[in-house]
Structures are given as C-alpha cells and as structure tokens.
T-cell receptor, first 110, second 113 residues
Framework: SQTIHQWPATLVQPVGSPLSLECTVE??????LYWYRQAAGRGLQLLFY??????ISSEVPQNLSASRPQDRQFILSSKKLLLSDSGFYLC?????????FGSGTRLTVV | GENVEQHPSTLSVQEGDSAVIKCTYS??????FPWYKQELGKRPQLIID?????GEKKDQRIAVTLNKTAKHFSLHITETQPEDSAVYFC????????????FGKGTRLSVIA
C-alpha cells in the first residue's frame, strides 16, 4: 500500500535561517506531488506541485523553492526564513484525483 | 481557472442535528469533487467524493450531492456527533490528472453536546 512520510513534525527556526522539509512517498510510481501551507485557522494554500522528476510549478511567488530530485521525493526549501513563513506545511500525493496528505510540519519562525 | 467558494465559514449545530456545507465551482469542465475533514492539528483526510456522472453519494451519516447545471455541490452530515467537529474543505478538479485540486476556504463545524 502507498504511504507518505513527512518530517520533521515540528520545527522552530530563527528568522534568516535556512529551511529544508522533506517528503517521500512509498508504494507508487510517478505520483503528482504537492506542497501546501496552512496559516493558523486558515485554508490550504498551494505552494508548489510536481508532475515528474525535475518538474516544478510554483503557485505563489515567495522566498520558498521546491525540488524533486527523485520520483518519490519532494523537498521544500528556503535560504532565509521570514516570520511570515510560519505555518503548517503539508505534503500530498495523488495519481490523478484524490489526494493523500502527509502528517505535516508545524514551522515556527522566531 | 477554477474557483471554489464554500459557505458557511463557521457552523454550530446541536448534537443529533444535521449539518450542511455548500460549495460552488466556476469551471464547468470540473468533474471530481472530494470533501476533506481536518481535525485540530491533524492532516486533512478524504471523507467522501463524487464524480460528475453521479448526482448523489452516501456513506453512513455522510452524503454529498452534486448539481452540475448550477455548478453546486453540498456535504450533508446527519445525526451529528461531537467527533464530527472539525474543519471541512470542499475541492474541485478536472480529471486530467495533472492539475491541482482547487480547495474552498473551509468550514469550521462545531457540534455542541
């Protein structure tokens, strides 16, 4: 069966520090992969999605970037975090329609 | 592109009553409509979905209805229980496989015991 792993679960980082969040999927090939951010009490903001290795679509211009170095690996990065980057980051995968979300990373930038 | 509007943003019901959450979409080509439930601090989880060739789908206390003409779909929860309290998101997508789901902004449902 398919599983999605996302880590770390929580992260506290100072302003200006770098960020790397990793997401991996098991049990499937060539999934579509997504990064979402959710501010406290708010909706799901799509940040990036990827339909294949090296293919990244950005939905929102910001100081974040994404990479897909392997078929089942999706990485969210930042060179310098801002206070506004705080939030709940969710990775998700799909093979067309329904999404399965990872357990999320709660990022607090201080 | 697709735009999904969801109402209400908050909803409080007494335990045992029904709850209805409504969504409208703009792209008549959208043909897949999932609903997600997100409990506090947890990931969203798919609870029910419907495709455009069906008008209604039911799973125990949860049902979804779709009106393609009006571009409107709704989530119905009957006999609500405290554990139904959560944020619910509707979404829509064209079944092309490579475009992201478009989510509504969510409805915070509180079931009062």
């Amino acid at each position: 069966s398919q599983t999605i792993h996302q880590w770390p679960a929580t992260l506290v980082q100072p302003v200006g520090s770098p960020l790397s969040l990793e997401c991996t999927v098991e049990g499937t090939s060539n999934p579509n992969l997504y990064w979402y951010r959710q501010a406290a009490g708010r909706g799901l903001q799509l940040l990036f999605y990827s339909v294949g290795i090296g293919q990244i679509s950005s939905e929102v211009p910001q100081n974040l970037s994404a990479s897909r170095p392997q078929d089942r690996q999706f990485i969210l990065s930042s060179k310098k975090l801002l206070l506004s980057d705080s939030g709940f980051y969710l990775c998700a995968w799909s093979l067309g329609t329904g999404y399965t979300f990872g357990s999320g990373t709660r990022l607090t930038v201080v | 592109g697709e735009n999904v509007e969801q109402h209400p943003s908050t909803l409080s019901v007494q335990e045992g009553d029904s709850a209805v959450i409504k969504c409208t979409y703009s792209d008549s080509a959208s043909n897949y409509f999932p609903w997600y439930k997100q409990e506090l601090g947890k990931r969203p989880q798919l609870i029910i979905d419907i495709r455009s060739n069906v008008g209604e789908k039911k799973d125990q206390r949860i049902a979804v209805t779709l009106n393609k003409t009006a571009k409107h779909f709704s989530l119905h929860i009957t006999e609500t229980q405290p554990e139904d309290s959560a944020v619910y998101f509707c979404a829509a997508i064209k079944n092309s496989g490579n475009t992201p789901l478009v989510f509504g902004k969510g409805t915070r449902l509180s079931v009062i015991a």
